[in-house]
């Protein structure tokens, strides 16, 4: 069941790289790998270029950055499918651990799979997934182990 929903997952993100954001921040990791420094100003509107501007997502950018050198195109598709893959496999196993129902927790992140494929282009807050999804396994496990007076 769980291949299955690998599977799933897997054609459900191997679409285009529609998202057209990606050029964006794959140039502003590149102006970081260049210059060793975040910008600090914009450098690409006309309207309001050179005003002050800070770059918030600088860190998701920078694996995305390698992914293209290192694969191009086949390398961010790449990096796409291990994050959507690690967050509905880390979701699985929260799922699991929660209803102690394994098939019913395979059930639900195939549904679960379905309505989040709208964010399954290759964007940075596919980090901000994983990680909030980290966290959540963190507190369960915490909470597991607290122990009732």
């Known amino acids: 069941m769980t291949l299955l929903l690998i ?22 990791a590149e102006y970081l790998f260049q210059t060793h420094h975040l910008p600090n100003h914009d450098m690409y ?4 270029g050179g005003q002050d501007w800070m770059n918030h ?10 992914a293209w050198r290192t694969g191009g195109l086949v390398g961010i598709a790449l990096m796409r ?7 509905f496999l ?11 129902n394994f098939k ?11 309505l989040a494929s709208i964010s399954f282009g290759p ?3 596919l980090f ?13 496990r915490f909470r597991s182990t607290l122990k009732v007076w």
């Open 7 to 28: 599977g799933i997952l897997w054609v459900l993100s191997a679409g285009s790289l529609n998202d057209a954001d990606i050029w964006w921040h794959l140039r502003n």
């Open 45 to 48: 509107s006309f309207t309001v």
């Open 57 to 66: 997502e600088w860190l998701a950018e920078v694996p995305f950055y390698i």
């Open 81 to 87: 499918l291990l994050l959507v893959e690690s967050i």
């Open 90 to 100: 880390l979701l699985l196993y929260l799922c699991w651990r929660s209803s102690g």
């Open 104 to 114: 019913a927790s395979v059930v639900a992140c195939f549904f679960c799979s379905f």
């Open 123 to 125: 964007r940075m807050i």
């Open 128 to 140: 901000g997934y994983l990680y909030m999804v980290l966290v959540l396994v963190f507190l369960e």
